[in-house]
């Protein structure tokens, strides 16, 4: 077969093309050639194909994510905002701090650990491209049921996909979340997060611009892994009767991705380069159309100058491979020999393969013959936009009237004590160490807290002190029950979290994981969760500097239960005066902060001792969440707390619970007037947290909550080695540290 060049594209305009084979709906490839003026190339039809797949183009999500602009508080510290590779904080002393959380769900299904690894090194480029080093890795992961035999395939696959990249990275990971729950089953969420460091001068952005600038392609060589991969992926339900959508997942490399890091940190301090992308979802098609498009010119590229590791690929192939490892710089003629010197030194393989011309269109060659002709534009940043519709599900009010409250309660003291245990030793409440214990948390010598604080917090600035915490939360539960304020909860945790370890929380990350953009019902669920996420950001004053969507999690016409997982990044300015969680002193008097009502929808309670899902979730009250973080960061920066933990999944028990073991202390716990034991212990109402005080500073912690309104009520004391309920149970620290730590061990062994 001769190849099909723009000229024979010219001349044969009736060609049949598989466009719907490469996941294009006909008025998709219609406008195409509308765009062309002609049928598209072979090479051209490939590059459209998968940068207007849901995972490039945004096309079913645009239309609610911009909101995010549109309703984006005023920040100082804000120096990047959305459409670059990740957004970019101000964070003092002249350091920005750039962070992401992007998706590696379906990959990670069909080869877990590769998925997984993959999805760590890919954000971790993202990273890099913005001119930061990497300093830390976070991982929000969903499975299905603990006990489902896909789960002991899935789950030991990703966590040793992402502790084995990261950790050959040299990367620390100080954070994320492990939750089960059969909606999963089939589709797991497998979320990946970075946070880079560097100097406001050094920030590096996707643009091409310059004629005569040379386009350098270097790291690892392209090979035949990932062809379509992400791209298409992330634009298909699984469904078995379609294996033909099920490409293969790219496979990475730690120690090339390091070698990788190494060079471009280097590149980037002799200001060699003009521009940076990294190669990911769509490979080259992405790297290509983006700069050229980002810039003000054109692009010229030679393909076949690509180094291969496979030498039978097609063209088509080698702009589709999603092979990892691979940067590509615009580089000044007068600064390449210095570049590739540098790429020498760290064994690391660059070449030439185009450069920026004055003109206005992408242009790619192989061995001679044209077989791109395009406007970057059209294929980087003009994809489809869909308005599709949506409509609140008719089954959501009859959901929301199945009230959890309705539901029997423990009747006795000893019924109470045995569902403590229960929910403690729950997949979802129990001790996640066989997980994180795989994953080096602290190489690099400056990570302050890790799993399972509240955030992890690792020092940028060894003389200084400045430092950052990041936290990832979301509740699929809550979203299932109200999607809306679902989100809001888990911008509310992340925030929560973040200013328990004493730091200030800046600006958020997102990654929003939900079922088929085909559904009305899930549509609904996308449009509400969006709506709810960007009001609260403007409340709290927190911009979404970017993220990432992930469409299609279901398996079949089954979706995941809608789940908008956020991140907030946080800054304090002395990590020394960082808040632990763990309770280490007999003698601190704990306070609970906020308020407590009956709320127990699509709580932990619910799903473990009555396997139910129903009513409403907690209500958000975020003018509460801003004052608790206000008091909780004084409260740190001051001296006045020793410990301090959120509540959230399981309540005020599951937090004394954890916070007890993290320190090996007990406590003794008394009920408030106006509470009953059950609501006290299991209640998951928001804008709360539990602090430990010492005796010294009680006066002056709870003179500040009283005179800034918020309800500060001492609930007990740090003593003794068990969890005593006055008047109601004890539990011992070693009885509680058997079922909070014996569960992930024996579901997995």
Known sequence: MSLDTVKHANETPDVEQPWSELGLKKDEYERIREILGRRPTGAELAMYSVMWSEHCSYKSSKVHLKQFGEKAPQSDAMLVGIGENAGVVDVGQGYAVTFKVESHNHPSYIEPYQGAATGVGGIVRDILAMGARPVAVVDPLRFGAADHPDTKRVLPGVVAGIGGYGNCLGLPNIGGEVVFDSCYQGNPLVNAGCIGVMKHEDIHLAKASGPGNKVILYGARTGGDGIGGVSVLASETFDDSKPAKRPAVQVGDPFQEKLLIECTLEVFKEKLVAGIQDLGGAGLSCATSELASAGTGGMRIELDSVPLRDATLSPEEILMSESQERMCAIVEPQHVDRFMEICEKWDVIATVIGEVTDGERLEIFWHGEQIVDVPPGTVAHEGPTYHRPYERPDWQDALQADDAAKLPRPATPDELRAQVLRVVGSPNQASKAWITDQYDRFVQGNTILAQPEDAGVVRIDEETDLGVAMATDGNGRYAKLDPYAG????????????????????????????????????????????????????????????????????????????????????????????????????????????????????????????????????????????????????ASRDGMIDAAHDLSDGGLVQAVVESCLRGGQGARLIVPDGLDAFTFLFSESAGRAVVAVPRSEELRFTDMCGARGLPATRIGVVDGDSVDVQGEFGITLGELREAHEATIPALLA
């Open 487 to 634: 989100a809001q909860l888990a911008l509310a945790e992340a925030y929560r979290n973040v200013a328990a370890t004493g730091a200030k929380p800046l600006a958020v990350s997102d990654c929003l994981n939900f079922g088929s953009p085909e559904d009305p019902g899930v549509m609904w669920q996308f449009a509400e969760a969006t709506r709810g996420l960007a009001d609260a950001c403007l409340e709290l004053g927190t911009p979404v500097t970017g993220g990432n969507v992930s469409l299609y999690n279901q398996t079949g016409d089954v979706a995941i239960h809608p789940t908008p997982v956020v991140a907030v990044l946080g800054v304090i300015d002395d990590v020394t005066r960082r808040t632990p969680m763990a309770f280490a002193e007999q003698g601190q008097l704990l306070y609970l902060l906020g308020d407590t009502r009956g709320e127990f929808g699509g709580s932990a309670w619910s799903q473990v001792v009555h396997d139910h899902l129903g009513g409403l979730p907690p209500e958000v009250d975020l003018g509460r969440e801003k004052l608790l973080a206000e008091i909780l960061i004084s």
